[in-house]
């Protein structure tokens, strides 16, 4: 299966494919992050709703099976 910008026998007939249009030289350099040992890494992402809905839910079954 060929895809629309293939160069194949018809195509070779009507356009010059030795000359590419445009080349693009650009490269960019990025500092590699450092992975740090984070022990509360979990809990940062989470909102301070979510952090109370996690905490009355453990509490409230806490309660529960304690019966």
């Known amino acids: 299966m060929t ?3 293939t160069v194949d026998e018809v195509r070779m007939r009507h ?4 000359v590419p249009l445009f080349l693009e030289q650009i490269h960019i350099g990025v500092r590699r992050p450092v992975l740090e040992p984070d ?3 979990f809990v940062k992402p989470l909102t301070i709703f979510v952090r109370f809905a996690c905490f009355f839910d453990t509490s409230v079954s806490g309660d529960y099976l304690s019966l």
């Open 3 to 5: 895809g629309l910008l």
């Open 15 to 18: 356009l010059d494919f030795t």
């Open 39 to 41: 022990m509360a890494g």
